[in-house]
């Protein structure tokens, strides 16, 4: 397991923060610490993450003490906090260096079982995939198989810890005895810039949303002499984006990896590392995946060029979904994981994703199911209607004329902990429907159009 | 108040989406929850196209407040008097 062997890596420095910095052996030392503190049972451990050090000790004592860390936005408002503690029964509770402990019943909890993430950020759903300890440890090989971390490389952090691309950063650099400088600051911010030049940064990774700002901060003009190399994931990059700093990576002697994946899969399934030459590509499947293309009736596609859905089977596929203690005492054997997402292959074997099955959109990187936005605003006296893309969320509501459209936006945005920017709200006489009643989304598409 | 003033304002409520009466000089980045990282591009992007400029990274960086921002709009010739 990647987190086993530590204090192997001796003096070298772990993780960086703004006060401190700890060398491995002093991280494996904290870890041996405060995991003296947790059930000496297998038991289930609430962490409200952030990228701080404490957060980074607490992940890992309760991975080495073989619990099951519950990863959640320290920013989760606490309602969504308590129905999360409510449904799941956490023995402890860990938010920075307070450790509270809450029950010592001992719950039932598959052995296997690691670490369970939320896929739906900010709508606030419990719902949880299960990742065991064989997950963790597939993702970080499978990343320091295709990437070239190296041990002497300074990561920094640019994505929520507890988001699956976040989480597996941190993982691989772990693994490779690699320093992590755990940073909070969005990529705009001068504080960013002087820790990254300060720690001699070597690799920078990003949603979509966080190239489109450093595009705009004119980055690939900006003196880095310490970055070797950068990666995307988290949703697609619009091709000329991708293709104007893959050619900036392949000028100036650097790499630019676009990858691909979602939290089901441990963060990973793909890679592309020619994205100069083919910037809409997702590439291959990472070493031990494979990728599957079936049509509508289930039956295999084995001709470049045919779309239809994709399928992914490796040694990373979760456990299962998760929506309360009870899910996770045993999970059934999962096979091929069914993407969601719609895509080809090309003559050279590289996979290109051309759409998606279910309705969910990717903002700043996290999924946002838009059932679940509809459902929030049901709760809350609306009827509504959510389409979008990974643009923006589009509603349509009828708010029989009671408040503004900019009030429904502002309450929306602020509620799903979204920036109002990529929330457009309509209010409508009558929400489409087809004749069977069921919402007709391309005519509330259109209504957008008008 | 004079019209470049006025297309500051503007922009700047615009883009956070705020009332034009929230927009005073020491109105800073991060200090309302409106105005975030994913805010500041779309302040950056709304404010170069109206004032027809192209700010340097250090100064998308550096503009932290609306004071700062006419500071910075300053270097770029536009003129608040």
Known sequence: MFFENLSSFGARTALIDDQRSLSYRQLDEAVLRLQSELPGWKSLILIQADNTLDTVV??????????CALLVDQGLSAEYL??????????????EALVTHCHDRQLTLAENLAVLLSTSGSTGSPKQVALSFGNLDANAASICDYLPIRATDTAITTLPF???????IVNSHLRSGACIVLNRDSVISRDFWDRFRQHGVTSLAGVPFTWEMLLRLRFTSMELPSLRYCTQAGGRLAADKVETLASWAQETGRQFFVMYGQTEATARMAYNDHAHIKPGAIGC???EGEFRLCRDDGSDIGTPGEEGELYYRGPNVMLGYAESVSDLAEFPRMSWLSTGDLAWFDDEGDF?????????IKLFGQRIALDDVEQIL???????????????LKVALVADGIGDVSEHRAWLANTLGLNASVV??????????????????????????? | MSSNQQVLVDGFATAL?????????????????QWDSIAHMTLVAELESRFDVMMDTDDIIDMSSVAKAREILGKYGVTFD
């Open chain 1, 424 to 450: 457009t709200v309509l209010t409508v006489a009558d929400l489409p429907t087809h004749a069977n009643g069921k919402p007709d989304y391309p005519a509330v598409e259109r209504l957008f159009d008008e």
């Open chain 1, 58 to 67: 607490a992940y890992l004592a309760a991975l080495s003490g073989g619990h």
């Open chain 1, 82 to 95: 308590e129905a999360l503690i409510s449904l799941y029964q956490p023995n402890v509770l860990i938010r």
């Open chain 1, 352 to 360: 290109h994703v051309s759409g998606r099955i279910r309705r969910f």
């Open chain 2, 17 to 33: 989406a705020i009332p034009a009466e929230q927009v005073t000089d020491t109105l800073a980045y991060n200090s309302i929850p």
């Open chain 1, 162 to 168: 507890q988001y699956s691309y976040g989480l597996s």
């Open chain 1, 378 to 392: 049901s709760a809350n006296g609306y009827r509504a209607y959510a389409v979008g893309s990974d643009e923006g």
């Open chain 1, 285 to 287: 499947a990472i070493p």
